[in-house]
């Protein structure tokens, strides 16, 4: 994807580090000695545009890596250990962020229960409800610019999570990513219907290009699901947020299509949410039972990680959902940056 | 060595409050016969009567406290 701008002094040390070849990594040092001073001195992590960023990055390399950086930095051991500090810093915060309930018993019956009453009892709030009633197509493109990083390779934070489950809990992840990657079927990928969605509210639909546009809360909530797709030792973390999400789905989908078709946009524009309220209701099941009760029942000891991955999503989607709302309330963007007028909006 | 009975090929699975899972070879017709619509292979059928989209889940009946 395109190489966003840098947002502070961080991020800054690291595309600059990123510019030279990972074999010399003149940059280093100063990266390192940067990356302490950030750690030091943020005041939220959620929120802090320079460490989200600089953590955004350095997890992009190992999706479709940066523009003009070289592929060899993905696992420079260097860069990597700059990685780690940020990311301790983040999963200390995340699971500061969460309260958790009593562990149930490592059965699917017990952990499927679990997670459909935390996922139940969610009084977040409500981005699709408010779509679904009085967002403008300004807002609407807006949310729609917040979704676009991760719905255009959706699905993919969580097949990180394939190689280290097995028996039921893999078999039921596969199913579920399968369907996500649209069965075979190129043209019914979710990040192709997504692409669509883009398309037809008139925003770009290539990856990352809006990278500059979206805030650090953003961010986090996508670098949350790369901190817990990539570290094995969370693999816990990463089936219960794929769960939640798959849980907190079917019905905010159905206000998002009631929404996009309120505002005189077609279904090529509410394809996505309508294919999702039918498919996120079979996903949900499988991902309860067979994907995180599969994986409590092989490994008893994963429990507390399972819900804390369901709570953190959950934690996270308030908290982007917040920031969305709380600016349309006062009449404000919620980008850092003015969208570009849709091309042919022009007024005569 | 027994038949597992949790690895039939072609099974509906009664969820918990929730949708039938159908997962398998099981081909689903109108009364004359036409084939239903299908976009995957496993889908869930609405048990609690509120779906949206019937005959498939749409997940409402977590909204109605559908229980079963």
């Given amino acids: ?348 | 060595m027994e038949p597992d009975r949790k690895s039939a090929d072609n099974a509906i699975i009664a969820c918990p409050n929730g949708p039938l899972l159908l997962r398998g070879d099981v081909e689903i017709l109108t009364p004359d016969g036409d084939p239903v619509p299908r976009n995957r292979k496993t889908v869930a059928l609405c048990r609690c009567g509120a779906s949206s989209i019937k005959p498939y889940c749409d997940g409402t009946h977590k909204a109605i406290g559908f229980r079963a």
């Fill in chain 1, 1 to 348: 994807m395109k190489t966003p701008d840098p947002r502070g002094p961080l991020s800054s040390a690291l595309l600059d580090a990123l510019g030279s070849a990972p074999a010399a990594a003149p940059g280093l040092p100063a990266l390192a000695e940067a990356a302490g001073t950030a750690l030091e001195q943020t005041a939220d992590i959620f929120r802090d545009e320079d460490v989200q960023l600089a953590l955004f990055c350095l997890y992009e390399l190992h999706y479709t890596g940066l523009d003009g950086v070289d592929a060899g930095w993905e696992w420079h051991p260097g860069l990597l250990a700059v990685r780690v500090r940020l990311e301790q810093a983040y999963e200390a915060a995340l699971r500061r962020l969460v309260r958790l309930p009593e562990p149930p018993q490592a059965t699917s019956a017990a952990v499927a229960d679990a997670l459909f009453t935390l996922t139940g009892n969610d009084d977040g709030p409500s981005v699709s409800r408010f779509v679904a009633a009085s967002a403008t197509r300004e807002q609407l493109q807006e949310f729609l610019v917040h979704r676009s990083i991760y719905q255009l390779k959706e699905a993919d934070p969580h097949s990180w999570a394939i190689p280290r489950l097995t028996g039921r809990a893999k078999a039921a992840l596969v199913e579920i990513q399968a369907d996500e990657y649209g069965g075979g079927r190129a043209h019914r990928m979710h990040s192709t219907l997504f692409a669509g969605t883009l398309r037809g509210v008139g925003l770009e639909d290539s990856y990352g290009a809006y990278i500059d546009h979206i805030p650090a809360v953003t961010l986090a909530a996508l670098n949350m699901m790369s901190l817990f797709g990539l570290n094995r030792r969370l693999r816990g973390a990463i089936v219960g947020h794929l769960a939640a999400f798959e849980m907190t789905s079917s019905i905010p989908n159905r206000f998002y299509a009631r929404g996009v078709r309120r505002l005189g946009y077609g279904d090529d524009v509410a394809l996505y949410f309508d294919e999702h309220v039918e498919a996120d209701a079979v996903h949900e099941q499988i991902a309860a039972r067979d994907m995180a009760g599969g994986l409590a029942e092989a490994s008893p000891e994963l429990v507390p990680d399972i819900l804390f991955g369901t709570a953190a999503c959950l934690a996270m989607d308030a908290m982007v959902g917040g920031h969305q709302l709380a600016a349309w309330q006062n009449g404000t963007s919620s980008l850092r940056l003015p969208l570009p007028e849709p091309v042919g909006s022009a007024t005569i």
